[in-house]
């Protein structure tokens, strides 16, 4: 057997064959895009103003972070850190956000669909948020509270915590009333109830909130930094395209989406897989 | 010796999910249930034999009439009542072995203990090496095995039983009665066994209570003198005493089927 051949082998015993056929097919896009984009260089067909090199962008990222004094500088969020002051303060942000918007949105959405009076108090300014976009609150939110943290971070939370809301709810409303009868029949308590039914059954919907509220609110997030911000990469692309540095802005819609689609891989499609695949909750052909 | 359950005089009436009208379920019901009896209910469909149930359960709030549970009126849901319902109520969030310890979990018994008693139904109930598979990976008999040793494990006073083998194969079903049959003599529960099936209402009661159409009366109660050691379907297909008891059963339930099909 060829060298190659046994390689090869050992790579699709390691990955599995699924996996690698998946990654494959889903990075073609990519290759032509980046191919597409680094052809425009060596052919000259767009100008570099428009479309900068891939080296420049990549550049770009060293040069942003060259003043910075090592790495407790980049966490205490100093200025000559520009690159890592960016990324983390968005993340930071979101983090945040998450911590608040996910727990409270579940907590009154799970109330919700378990009492009707609940949901009838909240469904209807629940639509009456929702039917303004997230970000037709930036004008308002940076009357209310300037330019900065707040502004981002309340722009968020209104996307995620309705989102969650709604997700929940509709989870809890989802669940068949036998699992809650035979709780109640062998002794268990409303508190039972909610935590051995109400939250295990909404599963699918509340991971498909969060799902759905993160992937929002991280789009509402950027637009906020872009118009209500100080800093983050909403604040980096937009205040880099004022200062015609495209290389910049490139580098922080790359590392925007890089962040997107890591946290969705490695944060909620584990998740998913933890809860509802292992309870059989989804629907898979057989 | 004073009945384990009584029902006395109740009727029920609730109105219909989609013309809002009044239907009469259940009209004057009486009976007792005698502690270790195996009781099977039959009526022809909408006949207020789910309902029964439901009101036993302490799931339907009920206003006239009384039933109690050792002479302690029934009041909404308790663990005294364990119930089987139709559809495989085992949680699909959790294994076999917690789905059946389910009840003592709640009512904050230890996990060695827990486990202990959990691993005697699993036995009990044939499911040893499926511990911790999920149900979403069980067949539709193991489900229904796994939802009777949840409801047994929990240790109830009187075990609701609502058609619980009506979805599963007719080769399972029969199976799953035997069992039935097997585990009323290893834990002498009282069982209240709703079924529309007479055959099986034969093969699993003491006694066999049948009800008449919508409203629902108890129309005759059918006495079945067979020992449960002699209940295996190949020897009782064959039984004089099981074939005239279910073909008495057959006459009582044609004659209602038949007045709710005049109807």
């Not at chain 1, 984009?37 to 040069?63: R, S, T």
């Not at chain 1, 108090?121 to 209310?144: H, K, Q, T």
């Not at chain 2, 789905?99 to 691993?119: C, P, S, T, W």
């Not at chain 2, 079924?195 to 009366?217: I, Q």
Request: proline residues 4%; aromatic residues 10%; charged residues 20%.
């Amino acid at each position: 057997m060829s060298a190659i051949a046994s390689v090869s082998i050992a790579v699709q015993r390691r990955f599995g064959r699924q996996n690698l056929r998946k990654f494959f097919l889903g990075s073609i896009p990519f290759v032509v895009m980046i191919s597409l984009w680094h052809m425009n260089a060596v052919f000259d067909w767009l100008p570099p103003v428009f479309i900068p090199p891939i080296g420049e962008v990549w550049d770009a990222f060293f040069i942003l972070q060259e003043d910075c004094k090592g790495f407790g500088a980049a966490l205490a969020l100093d200025q000559s850190c520009l690159m890592s002051t960016h990324i983390l303060s968005s993340l930071g942000r979101v983090v945040l956000a998450a911590v608040i918007g996910l727990p409270f949105g579940i907590a009154f959405g799970v109330l919700a669909g378990m009492s009707r009076p609940i949901s009838k108090i909240l469904e209807p300014i629940g639509i009456f948020a929702n039917s303004i976009s997230g970000i037709a609150w930036i004008p308002l939110a940076i009357v209310w509270f300037g330019v900065g943290w707040m502004t981002t971070l309340f722009i968020m939370l209104n996307t995620i915590f309705w989102l969650m809301f709604f997700n929940s709810m509709m989870g809890v409303r989802g669940v068949a009333r036998v699992y809650e009868q035979s709780v109640l029949t062998m002794g268990g308590s409303r508190l039972d109830v909610i935590r051995d039914v109400y939250l295990p059954g909404a599963m699918p919907s509340i991971i498909t909130g969060m799902r759905m509220s993160m992937g929002f609110g991280w789009r509402a997030l950027i637009a906020a930094e872009m118009i209500g911000g100080d800093s983050g990469l909403g604040f980096m692309i937009f205040s880099s395209a004022e200062e015609f540095k495209i290389e910049e802005v490139f580098l922080g819609v790359i590392i925007i989406s890089i962040i997107f689609m890591a946290t969705d891989k490695y944060l909620l499609a584990p998740l998913e897989k933890w809860t509802i695949h292992r309870w059989g909750l989804v629907w898979k052909p057989t | 010796m004073p009945a384990k359950l009584v029902v006395e005089d109740l009727t029920h009436h609730y109105p219909d999910e989609y013309t809002g009208e009044s239907v009469h379920a259940l009209e004057k019901i009486n009976l007792e249930v005698q502690e270790g009896e195996l009781i099977t209910v039959v009526g022809p469909s909408g006949c207020g034999k789910s309902t029964l149930l439901n009101i036993l359960a302490g799931l339907l709030p009920y206003r006239e009439g009384l039933a109690s549970v050792d002479g302690v009126k029934i009041d909404g849901p308790g663990s005294d009542r364990g119930v089987v319902f139709q559809e495989h109520a085992i949680l699909p969030w959790r294994s076999v072995a917690k789905n059946i310890g389910h009840g003592l979990e709640l009512r904050g018994m230890a996990k060695d203990e827990r486990e202990a008693r959990v691993k005697d139904f699993i036995e009990l109930v044939g499911l040893t090496g499926f511990e911790d598979k999920y149900p979403h990976e069980l067949s539709g008999g193991m489900k229904q095995r796994c939802a009777v040793a949840r409801t047994l494990c929990a240790d109830p006073v009187v075990m609701l039983m609502d058609e619980p083998f009506a979805a599963v194969d007719a080769q399972t079903r029969i199976t799953l009665q035997e069992e039935l049959n097997r585990i009323a003599i290893a834990t002498k529960k009282t069982i209240i066994f709703i079924t529309h099936a007479v055959d099986e209402a034969a093969f699993l009661g003491d006694r066999c209570f049948v009800f008449s159409a919508r409203p629902g009366r108890l129309k005759a109660i059918v006495d079945i003198n067979i020992p449960r050691e002699k209940r295996i379907w190949a020897d009782l297909s064959a039984d004089d005493e099981f074939i005239t008891k279910r073909d008495e059963i057959l006459k009582l339930v044609r004659e209602e089927v038949s007045v709710a099909v005049e109807e």
